[in-house]
């Protein structure tokens, strides 16, 4: 296998890091959000 930089293989690695860190970055701003939304609707229904 040639894991050298430059090769196949290394791009293969590097690209599917990168779209790893980003699923995982766009999960934790979804759960992020819905806290968030979670939170305000649990604030309003307190209030009323």
């Known amino acids: 296998m040639d894991l050298l930089p430059g090769g196949y293989n290394f ?18 701003v979804a759960t992020i959000l819905v806290v968030g939304l979670g939170l305000l609707v649990l604030e309003s229904v307190g209030k009323a």
């Open 11 to 28: 791009m293969h690695v590097v690209f599917w890091g990168v779209m790893m860190l980003v699923g995982v970055g766009t999960m934790t």
